[in-house]
């Protein structure tokens, strides 16, 4: 075990990531014209999880993503309308079914299944800043999230299924 300070570091660093992407496909979009800013913004996300999840530098063996997902999902305060509560709404689920389940996994599940419901329900009911064509591929963006997501949690959700799970505080 690396000890607390380094996984947190490690985490903060993870979101980073995320943010930072965003932050330059933001500035990238308002520095040149004709581009399609949402659209710019979801290939920066793609790249950013995809890097995260599968690293040249390790050998394509890297992180579940959830972290790294979560700096895009904080990002989108910088959006207008509703897509703050996003943030709002991911750290309060991850926090509460983490805090009462004591599973990180399941959290981190739940989370990101949540942001992907979350998304389709703000985005039919125009809550999104998004034009028809441009929320359709958002939401095949965000479930394939949601797919690499839960798909890097198999071995959790084998051992959450069979009670194997270790929880926080746990020893080894």
Not at 7 to 13: F, M, N, S, Y
Not at 61 to 86: D, N
Not at 146 to 172: D, M, P, Q
Request: glycine letters at 12%; proline letters at 2%.
């Amino acid at each position: 075990s690396i000890g607390v300070k380094a996984a947190v570091i490690t985490l903060l660093c993870d979101i980073l990531k995320g943010v930072v992407v965003i932050l330059i496909a933001i500035l990238i979009g308002n520095i040149v014209d004709g581009l399609d800013d949402a659209l710019l913004v979801q290939l920066a996300g793609i790249f950013v999880i995809i890097g995260h999840t599968f690293p040249i530098f390790f050998g394509f063996k890297g992180g579940k993503g959830i972290a790294a997902t979560s700096g895009l999902v904080i990002s989108l305060i910088l959006f207008p309308k509703y897509c703050f509560m996003f943030t709002i709404f991911g750290m309060v689920t991850f926090g509460l079914v983490t805090k009462f389940s004591r599973y990180v996994s399941l959290g981190s599940i739940t989370g990101i299944i949540g942001f992907f419901i979350e998304f389709v329900i703000w985005g039919l009911v125009g809550w999104l800043p998004l034009n028809n064509n441009e929320f359709i591929e958002a939401s095949i963006v965000v479930l394939l999230f949601v797919i690499l997501g839960v798909a890097r949690h198999s071995g959790n959700i084998k051992r959450l299924i069979n009670g194997t799970e270790r929880k926080i505080g746990e020893k080894k």
